[in-house]
């Protein structure tokens, strides 16, 4: 039996302690979903590594690396970098509205520092569930409902959905709405919020169809009657709805998908690549895949439910439904159950900032894990 | 777990509790992702799997060879030509297509025209769309881009087919010509073939008539393609079956000699085996180029056709009708032996009363005393005026039915008319007014409301020659398959009767005093006979009568008289007839009976069974041929 240095709880850990304490089980199985993405990228290229493959490995042994740099990273330190990294994000994302590069679609998504291009609003999502895990760390249960306490996460949460709803990117705002909340939920805000609030979101939808940019609108209006413009952009939800059905059972075979290799899907590679695993290795290879996520999903949970400090809960469980609406959007959006939305498949699909958000999740996770003995006093969550 | 901190228990336990629903809700997404997965793969699998085939594969119809039209001896009337054309490839022009068509036209003249098509529709079409530059090359000009194309990229020569007519205008009428699909084809013939672009159908004649025989049936090309309908490789081919060859009774040597000597005449003229009804030559001149209508046709061309006063779009053998004038005769004169009148001798004026009309004879002096046999040979009206008034219009309509005319001889040919033999029912009916007898000795004599077509004179003639109902016809094989050829029945007439009017046909060719005796066939065994006609297309008033000018030859082109001449030879044995019709050929030169004559006896030149051996067919022939000399 390996002699577990948690033995002694508030003993500092060394760096081979916590390499010991990584989660390297959590590590392979990150690995084995990544090896997915490669192979799928490896088939959509009609078997070679270029122009796919090739570079997502480098990026995701990079990406690796980063995550265990993160891990050994002592939580305390994370928490004391949680404003400041959301200042920083917050800053970047105006830049973007300001200065932005015009990206695909005619959306401010993208801006160039050097050479380096960046996406601020995956950033943001990362720095938002730090921040506010670090917010309500100070909160006690009963406080987290109070009008005043609760303005702030709202705003911390409201602000940057916003900007990034502006540039337009309906995907990734909502993907940030939906986190804060969800941490706002777990922290135990009131039933006497919540329900109001869900019933108020459900009145507003006409409102809010207003503020929708036209090209929203009419994915929207294509979703709800995808013949309404066939070879437009109902055309490409019909072709991954083909893909993905024509695979049946067990599907076609790997590197023997025809809509993908006769370029019939759009976006293979990134946002549609669900819909090639679906046409070659059918509901068997998907389901495999969708369980694969669901135990990630389940680490997650197991790994927050066992954190001693509540930043290190909400944060665990952050990055794991981070992690997990990025699933469920992209997998309903290229079965035809939502409307078309730029979100990639996490760990599949092709994208070096995608991947790197995901990935610096995990190291936040993994950091967690490691830290899971540190108790972190409630004052030091206050605002300043 | 031991905690520090009591609050903290209880957001411990808060958190756990909400992160068990947060689970749950978990849980139920991917079920419902799951559920879709099954409804889309297992539930709908089949109907995408078909879907995503329908996507991937494509059929491409491939247009069979069609088949070709020969005459009776093989010579091919209607051929298909290679055509060799270039084409550019957007993709492949690696230097850009304004610069392999600036290197193409260093080698082959290109047009403006055809420079600014070429550069529109490769904008037009996706990058892979091989693109025609030029069609139609000839074998040098072709084999010099060839030579060139290394230096050429982009620029693709290829072979395709295309139909080609060797004889041109002189057998226009019977072959027709092949067309571009219309919209009004395509409702016809839903047939798929004929949406494939360049598709070529039968627009008249043999090739409008058999166009589902010599067409083929299409082969399929099954091809992989792409989003973008690029062709990745292919799955299957079938390459179809060509269309039949059509063997046709006709003998281009003949129909060329037929066609030679009508000239520049607004004409027509059958040539026919007598036994067996085979159509030898059918022209009508002029004619037109079919192969312009198979490249394209321009508009000056078209409306040079269009206006021309000879009608050289009209099949006249088949669908021209003229009054058959005193070709008729014979056919009145068969009736009249038949009904008993055979021995009738009548004294010909110069012309004859009925009633308070004065009918008169084409020659003023008169015939003297006339029997059927001089009649014919001099073609008096007075006889046959008075034949007409005792054997009855119904008579008439009776033996001129039983020799084909009145009604369409069935002929392998679209746009047939049937001519007309009138009768007091028809008038009745059609203009309302009862029937005059005056006007069943104008029928009589081949005038008034007769009309036949010169295939129907040429059948009449091959009838009274045989004495069998035999029906003209054009092909012999279609494909594999011949033509249902029975043997002609024996018509309602004597032998004594078909004699007799053989008889007087001959005189009238080879008698002196006959009125085709200067253009008579003098070769022994080789005489033909005959009977000429002259039509009116303008009624000669009283007053032009008593001016004494009845011949019309003074008259504007299109107001003279019809010449008309059928014929038999040879006289003893009869094996070809021969019906000659000149649009206002007027009536002083009988040039309508020496093209009967010209074709007639090349025809008869040509029989097998008259040519000396000149290639013995066998050693054992050649071997009896040296014995013999």
């Given at each position: 039996?390996?002699?577990?240095?948690?033995?002694?709880?508030?003993?500092?850990?060394?760096?081979?302690?916590?390499?010991?304490?990584?989660?390297?089980?959590?590590?392979?199985?990150?690995?084995?979903?990544?090896c997915?993405?490669?192979?799928?990228?490896?088939?959509?290229?009609?078997?070679?590594?270029?122009?796919?493959?090739?570079?997502?490995?480098?990026?995701?042994?990079?990406?690796?690396?980063?995550?265990?740099?993160?891990?050994?990273?002592?939580?305390?330190?994370?928490?004391?970098?949680?404003y400041?990294?959301?200042?920083?994000?917050?800053?970047?994302?105006?830049?973007?509205?300001?200065?932005?590069?015009?990206?695909?679609?005619?959306?401010?998504?993208w801006?160039?520092l050097?050479?380096v291009?960046?996406?601020?609003?995956?950033?943001?999502?990362?720095?938002?569930?730090?921040?506010?895990?670090?917010?309500l760390?100070?909160?006690?249960?009963?406080?987290?409902?109070?009008?005043?306490?609760?303005?702030?996460?709202l705003a911390?949460?409201?602000v940057?959905?916003?900007?990034?709803?502006?540039?337009?990117n309906?995907?990734?705002?909502?993907?940030?709405?939906?986190?804060?909340v969800?941490?706002?939920?777990?922290?135990?805000?009131?039933?006497?919020?919540?329900?109001?609030?869900?019933?108020?979101?459900?009145?507003?939808?006409?409102?809010?169809?207003?503020?929708?940019?036209?090209?929203?609108?009419?994915?929207?209006?294509?979703?709800?009657?995808?013949?309404?413009?066939?070879?437009?952009?109902?055309w490409?939800?019909?072709?991954?709805?083909?893909?993905?059905?024509?695979?049946?059972?067990?599907?076609?075979?790997?590197l023997?998908?025809?809509?993908?290799?006769?370029?019939?899907?759009?976006?293979?590679?990134?946002?549609?690549?669900?819909?090639?695993?679906?046409?070659?290795?059918?509901?068997?290879?998907?389901?495999?895949?969708?369980?694969?996520f669901?135990?990630?999903?389940?680490?997650?949970?197991?790994?927050?439910?066992?954190?001693?400090?509540?930043?290190?809960?909400?944060?665990?469980?952050?990055?794991?439904?981070?992690?997990?609406f990025?699933?469920?959007?992209?997998?309903?959006?290229?079965m035809?159950?939502?409307?078309?939305?730029?979100?990639?498949?996490?760990?599949?699909?092709?994208?070096?900032?995608?991947?790197?958000?995901?990935?610096?999740?995990?190291?936040l996770?993994?950091?967690?894990?490691?830290?899971?003995?540190?108790?972190?006093p409630?004052?030091?969550?206050?605002?300043? | 777990?031991?905690?520090?901190?009591?609050?903290?228990?209880?957001?411990?336990?808060?958190?756990?509790?909400?992160?068990?629903?947060?689970?749950?809700?978990?849980?139920?997404?991917?079920?419902?992702?799951?559920?879709r997965?099954?409804q889309?793969?297992?539930?709908?699998?089949?109907?995408?799997?078909?879907?995503?085939?329908?996507?991937?594969?494509?059929?491409?119809?491939?247009?069979?060879?069609?088949?070709?039209?020969?005459?009776?001896?093989?010579?091919?009337?209607?051929?298909n030509?290679?055509?060799?054309?270039?084409?550019?490839?957007?993709?492949?022009?690696?230097?850009?297509?304004?610069?392999a068509?600036?290197?193409?036209?260093?080698?082959?003249?290109?047009?403006?025209?055809?420079?600014?098509?070429?550069?529109?529709?490769?904008?037009?079409?996706?990058?892979?769309?091989p693109?025609?530059?030029?069609?139609?090359l000839?074998?040098?000009?072709?084999?010099?881009?060839?030579?060139?194309?290394?230096?050429?990229?982009?620029?693709?020569?290829?072979?395709?087919?295309?139909?080609s007519?060797?004889?041109?205008?002189?057998?226009?009428?019977?072959?027709?010509?092949?067309?571009?699909?219309t919209?009004?084809?395509?409702k016809?013939d839903?047939?798929?073939?004929?949406?494939?672009?360049?598709f070529?159908?039968?627009?008249?004649?043999?090739?409008k008539?058999?166009?589902?025989?010599?067409?083929?049936?299409?082969?399929?090309?099954?091809?992989?393609?792409?989003?973008?309908?690029?062709?990745?490789?292919?799955?299957?081919?079938?390459?179809g079956?060509?269309?039949?060859?059509?063997?046709?009774?006709?003998?281009?040597?003949?129909?060329?000699?037929?066609?030679?000597?009508?000239?520049?005449?607004?004409?027509?003229?059958?040539?026919?085996?007598?036994?067996?009804?085979?159509?030898?030559?059918?022209?009508?001149?002029?004619g037109?180029?079919?192969?312009?209508?198979?490249?394209?046709?321009?508009?000056?061309?078209?409306?040079?056709?269009?206006?021309?006063?000879?009608?050289?779009?009209?099949?006249?053998?088949?669908?021209?009708?003229?009054?058959?004038?005193s070709?008729?005769?014979?056919?009145?004169?068969?009736?009249?032996?038949?009904?008993?009148?055979?021995?009738?001798?009548?004294?010909?004026?110069?012309?004859?009363?009925?009633?308070?009309?004065?009918?008169?004879?084409w020659?003023?002096?008169?015939?003297?005393?006339?029997?059927?046999?001089?009649a014919?040979?001099?073609?008096?009206?007075?006889?046959?005026?008075?034949?007409?008034?005792?054997?009855?219009i119904?008579?008439?309509?009776?033996?001129?039915?039983?020799?084909?005319?009145?009604?369409?001889?069935?002929?392998?040919?679209?746009?047939?008319?049937?001519?007309?033999?009138?009768?007091?029912?028809?008038?009745?009916?059609?203009?309302?007014?009862?029937?005059e007898?005056g006007e069943?000795?104008?029928?009589?004599?081949?005038?008034?409301?007769?009309?036949?077509?010169?295939?129907?004179?040429?059948?009449?003639?091959?009838?009274?020659?045989?004495?069998?109902?035999?029906?003209?016809?054009?092909t012999?094989?279609?494909g594999?398959?011949?033509q249902?050829?029975?043997?002609?029945?024996?018509?309602?007439?004597?032998?004594e009767?078909?004699?007799?009017?053989?008889?007087?046909?001959?005189?009238?060719v080879?008698?002196?005093?006959?009125?085709?005796?200067?253009?008579?066939?003098?070769?022994?065994g080789y005489?033909?006979?005959?009977?000429?006609?002259?039509?009116?297309?303008?009624?000669?008033?009283?007053?032009?009568?008593?001016?004494?000018?009845?011949?019309t030859?003074d008259?504007?082109?299109?107001?003279?008289?019809?010449?008309?001449?059928?014929?038999?030879?040879?006289?003893?044995?009869?094996?070809?007839?021969?019906?000659?019709?000149?649009?206002?050929?007027?009536?002083i030169?009988?040039?309508?009976?020496?093209v009967?004559?010209?074709?007639?006896?090349?025809?008869?030149e040509?029989?097998?069974?008259?040519?000396?051996?000149?290639?013995?067919?066998?050693?054992g022939?050649?071997?009896?041929?040296?014995?013999?000399k």
């Amino acid at each position: 039996m390996i002699a577990r240095p948690y033995a002694t709880a508030r003993r500092t850990l060394s760096l081979s302690d916590k390499l010991m304490e990584i989660n390297w089980g959590l590590v392979m199985l990150i690995t084995v979903i990544a090896c997915v993405g490669f192979a799928m990228m490896y088939s959509v290229a009609g078997g070679h590594l270029s122009p796919w493959a090739g570079k997502q490995m480098i990026r995701f042994v990079a990406g690796l690396v980063i995550m265990v740099v993160m891990a050994c990273v002592d939580i305390r330190t994370w928490m004391e970098w949680a404003y400041p990294a959301y200042a920083m994000a917050l800053l970047l994302l105006v830049a973007t509205t300001v200065v932005g590069k015009v990206g695909g679609l005619g959306a401010q998504r993208w801006i160039a520092l050097g050479p380096v291009e960046l996406q601020p609003s995956e950033l943001m999502k990362i720095s938002l569930v730090l921040a506010l895990a670090r917010y309500l760390h100070g909160l006690g249960v009963e406080e987290v409902s109070s009008p005043a306490k609760l303005a702030i996460p709202l705003a911390m949460i409201g602000v940057p959905a916003v900007l990034v709803l502006m540039q337009p990117n309906l995907g990734t705002a909502t993907i940030i709405g939906l986190n804060g909340v969800s941490l706002l939920f777990l922290a135990g805000l009131s039933w006497w919020w919540i329900l109001p609030a869900l019933g108020g979101a459900i009145a507003s939808v006409p409102i809010a169809w207003r503020f929708l940019h036209p090209y929203q609108k009419q994915r929207i209006l294509t979703f709800l009657n995808p013949a309404r413009d066939a070879l437009g952009a109902g055309w490409n939800i019909s072709q991954a709805e083909i893909a993905l059905g024509s695979g049946g059972l067990f599907g076609k075979g790997f590197l023997h998908g025809t809509q993908s290799r006769l370029n019939f899907l759009p976006e293979k590679q990134t946002d549609f690549i669900w819909t090639v695993i679906g046409e070659e290795f059918g509901l068997v290879g998907c389901v495999a895949l969708l369980l694969l996520f669901a135990i990630v999903i389940g680490y997650g949970v197991r790994i927050a439910m066992s954190s001693r400090s509540q930043f290190g809960r909400l944060l665990a469980i952050g990055v794991t439904l981070n992690f997990f609406f990025y699933i469920m959007i992209n997998a309903s959006m290229v079965m035809g159950l939502i409307p078309v939305v730029g979100i990639p498949m996490p760990m599949i699909s092709y994208g070096g900032t995608a991947m790197l958000s995901v990935m610096v999740g995990f190291g936040l996770l993994l950091s967690v894990h490691v830290h899971r003995q540190v108790e972190i006093p409630r004052g030091s969550g206050s605002i300043l | 777990m031991p905690l520090f901190d009591r609050k903290d228990k209880s957001r411990y336990n808060v958190f756990t509790r909400r992160t068990l629903i947060a689970g749950g809700g978990m849980a139920a997404v991917f079920a419902t992702l799951a559920g879709r997965l099954y409804q889309l793969q297992i539930v709908e699998g089949q109907t995408f799997m078909t879907r995503a085939e329908d996507n991937r594969v494509n059929q491409r119809l491939l247009a069979p060879l069609r088949g070709l039209i020969l005459d009776r001896f093989g010579v091919a009337l209607a051929d298909n030509r290679r055509n060799y054309r270039v084409l550019i490839v957007k993709e492949q022009a690696s230097e850009g297509v304004e610069t392999a068509l600036d290197n193409l036209a260093h080698i082959i003249t290109l047009s403006p025209q055809d420079r600014e098509r070429v550069l529109r529709q490769v904008r037009q079409n996706r990058a892979f769309v091989p693109v025609t530059v030029i069609e139609n090359l000839n074998w040098e000009a072709f084999s010099s881009v060839n030579l060139h194309l290394p230096y050429l990229p982009g620029i693709v020569p290829d072979v395709g087919e295309t139909r080609s007519y060797p004889f041109g205008a002189e057998m226009s009428h019977i072959i027709g010509y092949v067309g571009a699909v219309t919209e009004a084809d395509m409702k016809r013939d839903p047939n798929p073939l004929l949406s494939l672009p360049g598709f070529r159908i039968g627009k008249r004649g043999i090739e409008k008539q058999f166009d589902p025989e010599i067409r083929g049936t299409a082969g399929t090309d099954r091809v992989e393609v792409n989003a973008y309908g690029r062709v990745i490789r292919e799955l299957s081919r079938d390459p179809g079956t060509p269309g039949d060859n059509v063997y046709l009774t006709i003998d281009s040597e003949v129909q060329d000699v037929l066609t030679r000597a009508l000239g520049d005449q607004s004409a027509a003229s059958v040539v026919m085996d007598v036994e067996t009804g085979d159509v030898l030559a059918l022209a009508s001149t002029p004619g037109y180029d079919p192969n312009l209508f198979n490249v394209g046709i321009s508009d000056a061309q078209w409306r040079a056709l269009m206006t021309n006063d000879h009608d050289p779009l009209l099949n006249k053998a088949t669908a021209g009708v003229y009054p058959p004038g005193s070709t008729f005769k014979p056919s009145v004169a068969l009736g009249g032996i038949e009904a008993g009148f055979g021995d009738l001798q009548v004294f010909c004026p110069g012309s004859m009363r009925l009633g308070d009309h004065v009918f008169h004879c084409w020659k003023h002096s008169g015939h003297g005393l006339m029997t059927v046999t001089t009649a014919l040979q001099q073609s008096c009206d007075v006889f046959f005026y008075t034949m007409a008034m005792r054997l009855g219009i119904d008579g008439i309509d009776a033996s001129t039915h039983a020799l084909g005319l009145g009604q369409p001889t069935g002929i392998e040919l679209p746009g047939e008319r049937a001519g007309l033999i009138p009768s007091p029912t028809w008038k009745r009916s059609v203009l309302g007014r009862p029937w005059e007898e005056g006007e069943t000795l104008v029928t009589g004599i081949g005038q008034g409301y007769v009309l036949a077509t010169p295939l129907q004179l040429c059948t009449m003639a091959a009838r009274i020659a045989s004495g069998r109902a035999v029906v003209p016809r054009l092909t012999r094989y279609i494909g594999q398959a011949p033509q249902p050829r029975r043997q002609a029945s024996l018509l309602p007439f004597s032998p004594e009767a078909f004699k007799l009017v053989r008889e007087g046909m001959r005189m009238a060719v080879n008698v002196p005093g006959g009125t085709a005796y200067a253009r008579r066939i003098t070769k022994p065994g080789y005489e033909m006979a005959g009977k000429t006609g002259t039509a009116q297309v303008l009624r000669i008033t009283r007053a032009e009568r008593a001016a004494g000018e009845t011949k019309t030859n003074d008259l504007p082109w299109k107001y003279r008289d019809h010449a008309l001449f059928i014929s038999f030879a040879p006289v003893e044995a009869p094996k070809y007839a021969c019906a000659v019709v000149i649009e206002h050929g007027g009536a002083i030169e009988p040039f309508q009976v020496q093209v009967a004559r010209d074709a007639l006896l090349f025809t008869q030149e040509r029989d097998p069974s008259r040519l000396p051996t000149a290639y013995p067919a066998a050693v054992g022939d050649l071997d009896r041929t040296f014995a013999q000399k």
